[in-house]
């Protein structure tokens, strides 16, 4: 038993590859441990971008914030709480241009939150959301875990460094790739995550 967020992200609705697979692991973790499940559509409901108010608002003492500071942290706030709650992180991502949905960057840049979610240790920065399972979803028109695009994925390296960085560090991760490659390359994408999905439900029962 634990509890599991699901975060999706993917821009292209009832499309998206990794808001499909995400979806499947997070239900086949909850079919088999009876947890419970907190969903997270940045794509509905994307957190604004990261302001002023938010920047020195988190630096200002509570009782010292302006209303339009209290306001933007709350919503980091909010978001750190739900990820805090979670034993288990559920993460889709579908590549845009390179790199991952705007919608989630944005998230990140409120969870990302020095002395709430990372610290700083004698030999650096110090994740401090440890413990935690993550399963990272990355769906990705081209292919980018081997041959000649791979020095271009700034989407799966990107999120495994941001997920680093603040103490999420045993992540699993599905590619789903090719995904504008043809009927054949979808049908072969989908077969391979399917499979990597079945493997690594196996191992959470
Ligand atoms: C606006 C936009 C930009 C994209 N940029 C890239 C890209 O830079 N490289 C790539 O390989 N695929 C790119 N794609 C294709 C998507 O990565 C692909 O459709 C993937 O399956 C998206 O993830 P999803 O299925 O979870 O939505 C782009 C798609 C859209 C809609």
């Given at each position: 038993m634990g509890h599991t967020l699901l975060i999706t992200s993917s821009?292209?609705?009832?499309?998206s590859l990794s808001t499909r697979f995400a979806n499947e692991i997070a239900e086949g973790i909850q079919a088999r441990t009876g947890g419970t499940l907190t969903v997270r559509d940045l794509a509905a409901n994307p957190p604004p971008h990261i302001t002023a108010a938010y920047i020195q608002g988190r630096i200002t003492a509570p009782e010292d914030r302006t209303l339009e500071q209290a306001e933007a942290v709350k919503v980091a706030q909010d978001l750190v709480d739900e990820l805090k709650a979670a034993d288990v992180i559920v993460l889709g991502s579908g590549m845009i241009n390179f790199g991952l949905p705007s919608q989630l960057k944005a998230w990140f840049d409120h969870v990302?939150?020095?002395?709430?979610?990372f610290g700083y240790g004698d030999t650096g920065p110090k994740g401090l959301l440890t413990g935690k399972k993550v399963y990272l979803v990355t769906a990705a028109?081209?292919?980018?875990?081997?041959?000649?695009?791979?020095?271009?994925?700034?989407q799966t390296h990107y999120l495994l460094h941001l997920l680093g960085f603040i103490g999420l560090t045993d992540v699993e991760v599905v590619r789903v790739e090719g995904?504008?490659?043809?009927a054949d390359a979808v049908k072969a994408a989908i077969a391979n995550a399917e499979t990597a999905i079945e493997a690594l439900l196996a191992k959470a029962a």
């Open positions: 821009p292209r609705g009832a499309d990302t939150w020095p002395r709430v979610t028109g081209g292919v980018f875990s081997e041959g000649a695009w791979a020095p271009f994925d700034f995904t504008v490659l043809g």
